[in-house]
């Protein structure tokens, strides 16, 4: 292995350790103040792998483009692949971006159901 490999191993093993740690002293402090330990809990995003993934489609795809732009032309293969990654990349996240919030304005504009308006109607007129 390349002495690159090898400190990120120490480094990511030497942080994971360290953030454990941490994370226990917190939550035995939250313990000892009467609060619930589970508000350190990660909440589960399911818009993550969905970026990732768009992420991923976009470098390939500059590569890809890359790859074909430097065997038609003679632009410098360097700038070529770097640029299309870095322009893939982008549009990969800005299109997650606009993903997101059109499926977080969806659930802002949902319409309430004929129960929750009867409960509520109930509650104001207690």
Do not use: H, W
């Amino acid at each position: 292995m390349t002495p690159v490999f090898i400190i990120g191993i120490i480094f990511g093993t030497f942080y994971g350790i360290v953030n454990l740690a941490i994370r226990r002293k917190d939550r035995l402090a939250a313990m000892e103040r009467g609060l619930d330990p589970t508000m350190f809990d990660s909440k589960t995003n399911f818009f993550n792998p969905l970026k990732i993934g768009l992420l991923l489609v976009g470098i390939g795809s500059g590569i890809f483009i890359g790859n074909i732009l430097t065997a038609t032309t003679r632009l410098d293969p360097e700038v070529v692949y770097f640029g299309l990654i870095c322009i893939g990349g982008g549009v990969g996240l800005l299109v997650s971006f606009f993903m997101e919030k059109k499926k977080e304005d969806a659930k802002e504009t949902k319409p309430e159901t004929e129960t929750e308006t009867e409960t509520i109607n109930e509650v104001e007129n207690q």
